[in-house]
């Protein structure tokens, strides 16, 4: 049943703490978890988002000095850097909606008043000012879907948002570009003696954190 297995993933999925540097996630996998990532859904479907895969293992080794010294790191099969725009413009806008009009076989002049609404909202609206907010809000929902992705093939994972987002722009070269770091995700296979693995999962009751107005 569909039902067991998610909720068996979800509880199988930890924080990984340590995982194993010999293991890898393989292609198919992989290719899998990436569109997790690019099929999450977002505001408008906009997309605000970039995704850095860092391969290059001396570069690893520098991220993991700014990132509190974690070892899911370098350790980790792949790492994944989040990154997110700051401000979005009606350039932006536009190759979006171009992509729409190719991809439903429509005209960019039918959709004239959605675009013209995406950006009186969001590019010359109030709305304008936390875009780097809004942005990072929708990289957490791909983030999530990741996560579970990831769980239910049976890949470790950890967020980390332990990390100096300044010093990642810098050594990813993304000081003068539209994109930010926001956070990070390592994902592979654990090693078996990260013993938190085995800790109980510690979340409020469902009548904690459930409201339902009747
Ligand atoms: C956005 C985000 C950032 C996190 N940053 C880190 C981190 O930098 N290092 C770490 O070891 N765990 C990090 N965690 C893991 C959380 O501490 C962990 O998810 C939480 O304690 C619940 O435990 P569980 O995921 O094992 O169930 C992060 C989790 C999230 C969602």
Same mark, same amino acid.
């Given at each position: 049943?569909?039902?067991?297995?998610?909720?068996?993933?979800?509880?199988?999925?930890?924080?990984?703490?340590?995982?194993?540097a010999?293991?890898?996630?393989?292609?198919?996998?992989?290719?899998?978890?990436?569109?997790?990532?690019?099929?999450?859904?977002?505001?408008?479907?906009?997309?605000p988002?970039?995704?850095?895969?860092?391969?290059?293992?001396?570069?690893?080794?520098?991220?993991?000095?700014?990132?509190?010294n974690?070892?899911?790191?370098?350790?980790?099969s792949?790492y994944?850097?989040f990154?997110?725009?700051?401000?979005?413009?009606?350039?932006?806008?536009?190759?979006?909606?171009?992509?729409i009009?190719?991809?439903r076989?429509?005209?960019?002049?039918?959709?004239?008043?959605?675009?013209?609404?995406?950006? &009186?909202? /969001?590019?010359?609206?109030?709305?304008s000012?936390? @875009? #780097?907010?809004? !942005?990072q809000?929708?990289?957490?929902? %791909?983030? &999530?879907? /990741?996560?579970?992705?990831?769980?239910?093939?049976? @890949? #470790?994972?950890? !967020?980390?948002?332990?990390?100096d987002? %300044?010093?990642?722009?810098?050594?990813?070269?993304?000081?003068?570009?539209?994109?930010?770091?926001? !956070?990070?995700?390592?994902l592979?296979?654990?090693?078996?003696d990260?013993?938190?693995?085995?800790?109980?999962?510690?979340?409020?009751?469902?009548e904690?954190?459930?409201?339902?107005?009747?």
């Amino acid at each position: 049943m569909v039902n067991e297995q998610i909720l068996e993933a979800l509880d199988w999925r930890y924080a990984t703490k340590i995982f194993d540097a010999d293991k890898k996630i393989n292609e198919k996998d992989w290719n899998t978890l990436v569109e997790s990532v690019r099929l999450a859904p977002s505001s408008y479907g906009l997309q605000p988002w970039k995704f850095i895969v860092v391969e290059n293992k001396e570069l690893r080794a520098k991220l993991r000095e700014v990132s509190w010294n974690q070892s899911q790191v370098t350790d980790a099969s792949h790492y994944l850097v989040f990154t997110t725009l700051e401000k979005l413009d009606a350039q932006y806008v536009d190759k979006f909606v171009a992509d729409i009009a190719k991809t439903r076989g429509l005209q960019v002049e039918d959709l004239a008043g959605y675009r013209d609404m995406m950006v &009186g909202n /969001l590019v010359e609206g109030p709305r304008s000012q936390t @875009i #780097d907010a809004w !942005a990072q809000r929708q990289s957490y929902i %791909a983030m &999530g879907q /990741l996560t579970l992705a990831a769980g239910l093939l049976k @890949i #470790d994972t950890c !967020a980390l948002e332990g990390l100096d987002p %300044a010093a990642y722009d810098k050594l990813l070269g993304l000081e003068d570009g539209p994109y930010k770091t926001i !956070a990070a995700v390592a994902l592979g296979y654990r090693k078996d003696d990260d013993k938190y693995k085995d800790l109980k999962k510690v979340r409020f009751d469902q009548e904690e954190v459930f409201e339902y107005k009747k």
